[in-house]
């Protein structure tokens, strides 16, 4: 079974400073795709980042970069410089060839002034 | 450009009453489409998913059902609501590389 495993349920950071969300994941395919979801107060499920696992370079988006570990299947995301509008709940997930989107647990961030 | 729509935001419903929550997006065809629910502060739970008109798969047997009677619309439905049916409830479509795009959610509370 294809699982994503989020150890984190919560989390929390001083404003300016970075945090690392930790995922990782269980499969034998060898091509899927990775995201990062921010679901904040709203509960507006918002796409952050995503990587493609065949290819080896990071992915990043402005103050959001991903440690993409294909071997260890470690799938973790960055946030530099944080900010209080990153309050939000963080989904990882991986996505198989089929196109069945598979989510983690959730960590909870707290961004704090 | 794609969007998908999602309604109603907010619905309360007594028990044993009927539910209807509707799905549509535009700007594509043939999409993938997917409902989830999330307990408050859980994560997302699939329930169902559709790859095309009149195909339904269900992830997990429940007091709800779905169809899709168009290409761009998925329902969500219930003949008789129970309170263990409270929840946020989220369609998506699936855009394959890109991931998945998400509804704006509907917070049900059955009373």
């Known amino acids: 079974a294809q699982t994503v495993t989020q150890s984190q349920p919560e989390m929390s950071v001083q404003e300016a400073e970075t945090v690392t969300l930790s995922c990782t994941y269980d499969?034998?395919?060898?091509?899927?795709?990775l995201f990062w979801y921010k679901q904040p107060p709203s509960r507006q499920m918002i796409l952050v980042i995503r990587?493609?696992?065949?290819?080896?370079q990071n992915a990043t988006e402005n103050r959001f970069s991903v440690n993409f570990q294909k071997a260890a299947k470690s799938f973790s995301l960055k946030i530099s410089d944080s900010q209080l509008g990153d309050t939000a709940m963080y989904f990882c997930a991986f996505m198989p060839g089929s196109n069945d989107m598979r989510f983690g647990a959730g960590t909870r961030l707290t961004v704090k002034p | 450009s794609q969007t998908i729509h999602q309604w109603p935001a907010t619905l309360v419903q007594p028990v044993g009453s009927p539910l209807s929550l509707e799905c549509t997006v535009e700007g594509t065809s043939n999409p993938n489409l997917y409902w989830y629910r999330q307990a408050a502060g859980r994560g997302l739970q699939l329930l169902f998913y559709s790859v095309g008109i009149g195909q339904i798969s269900s992830e997990v047997p429940q007091n709800l059902s779905a169809s899709r009677p168009q290409d761009r619309q998925f329902i969500l439905s219930s003949k008789k609501l129970l309170l263990s049916d409270s929840g946020f409830y989220l369609c998506a479509w699936s855009a394959l590389a890109r991931g998945y795009t998400f509804g704006s959610g509907t917070r049900l509370t059955v009373v």
């Open positions: 499969t034998s395919e060898n091509n899927y795709y």
């Open positions: 990587q493609e696992a065949y290819k080896q």
